[in-house]
């Protein structure tokens, strides 16, 4: 297949790319390389692509619509998975613009390319943080999600909107992907997990809101690239929903909503306890209120996922947090403290 990837130098564009390298498939990938966080993590996750022939790399913005154009022309995709985008929570309270110009904007080049192209499956990637202000749990992909509690969800819903449009008006196969708290190597330092994990190494206090009383579905990275290498290859048909479990399939267009998360929610003293045994330290914990937009708790319904592809994401918290902080001390070259918490 012949798949253009947005995101690639980013934590899930990248390890989805590197799979579907692995599998023989042809990938173009686009990513702006911004500064968000550390640029260099960025060039080390692009150097692992690079070493194949069938990957090329364009640097350019999502909102620059001449750029992708050529990018888009160049490699004609069959299939485009579109994971680039500003993400984080806490840094859209004070950046909202930003959101909306890469998030809506870009969102939307990559939506109208992939109509110019007539690719046979799009898929979009949005968040959990889609269901807002919702608190009937487990979050299941026909929930109403009426009420976003920040601009980056506001973003991401928007994307939504305007995917369901165009895959109404020019059938496009369309399938947007709701993430749930993802983690493990190579993942993003603005994320609690490796800030957690950074600062524990560092013999630094961590920040933990609501005090603690947090639950999240931590999904493992290598399980969401798997489901979503598996959902490429299931397109959403037009007036065809499955019939074992409810269908989020639009009644007038082939477009899908299908969440991707562990469906098992952890409580967040239990993740920086994996944090602690693996590292070997203590957390000094500054318990902190609420944070702005933030919710108490996610919990993914992942029987849609399950149904339409077979498969189920199964790594858990102790599986998954080793594995990361083997990473994190490896790049890092950070040495083995031998203390107990």
């Given amino acids: 297949m012949k798949i253009i990837v947005t995101g690639t130098a980013g934590f899930i564009g990248n390890n ?6 692995k599998d023989g498939h042809e990938v173009s990938g686009i990513d702006a390389v911004t500064d968000y966080y ?13 070493a194949f022939d069938t990957y090329i790399n364009h ?26 985008g500003q993400a984080g929570v806490r840094y859209s309270l004070n950046h909202p613009r930003t ?33 807002g202000a919702n608190d009937v749990y487990p979050f299941k992909e026909n929930d109403r999600a009426a009420f976003p509690l920040t601009i980056y969800a506001a973003t991401k819903q928007a994307s939504e909107l305007i995917a369901h449009s165009h895959s109404h008006l020019f059938d496009i196969p369309t399938t947007i992907l709701r993430f749930f708290t993802v983690y493990g190597p190579w993942g993003r330092p603005d994320m609690a997990f490796f800030m957690f994990t950074k600062a524990i190494f560092e013999n630094q206090s961590i920040d933990v809101f609501n005090h603690g009383k947090m639950m999240r579905d931590f999904t493992y990275v290598d399980d969401l690239t798997k489901a ?14 499955v019939t074992d479990v409810e269908d989020s399939l639009s009644p007038v267009a082939p477009y899908r909503i299908v969440n991707i998360g562990n469906a098992n929610p952890v409580q967040l003293m239990d993740f920086i306890q994996e944090i602690e045994k693996n590292v070997g330290v203590s ?4 318990m902190m ?25 199964s790594v858990d918290v102790e599986e998954g947090v080793k594995a990361f902080v083997d990473w994190y001390r490896e790049y890092y070259s ?4 031998t203390a107990q918490p």
Avoid at 100 to 126: C, P, R, W, Y
Avoid at 228 to 236: G, R, S, Y
Avoid at 283 to 286: E, L, T, V
Avoid at 334 to 337: E, I, T, Y
């Fill in 59 to 84: 640097e350019i913005r999502l909102e620059d619509m001449d750029a992708m154009q050529s990018a888009f022309d160049e490699f004609e995709p069959d299939y485009v998975v579109h994971l680039a």
């Fill in 283 to 286: 957390a000094k914990m500054n």
């Fill in 289 to 313: 209120d609420m944070q702005p937009g933030d919710v108490t708790k996610t919990f993914a319904n992942a029987d849609l996922l399950q149904s339409l592809t077979g498969y189920k994401p």
């Fill in 99 to 131: 959101y909306v110009d890469t998030n809506v904007m870009g969102g939307f080049n990559v939506i109208e390319l992939s109509k110019q192209h007539k690719v046979k499956h799009l898929i979009i990637a949005s968040t959990s943080s889609a269901y």
């Fill in 38 to 50: 550390d640029v260099q993590l960025k060039r080390d996750r692009l150097a692992r692509l690079e």
């Fill in 228 to 241: 979503i290498n598996l959902l490429i290859k299931t397109p959403p048909v037009k007036g065809q929903p």
């Fill in 334 to 337: 950070v040495g083995l403290n």
């Fill in 16 to 21: 989805l790319a590197l799979r579907l390298l």
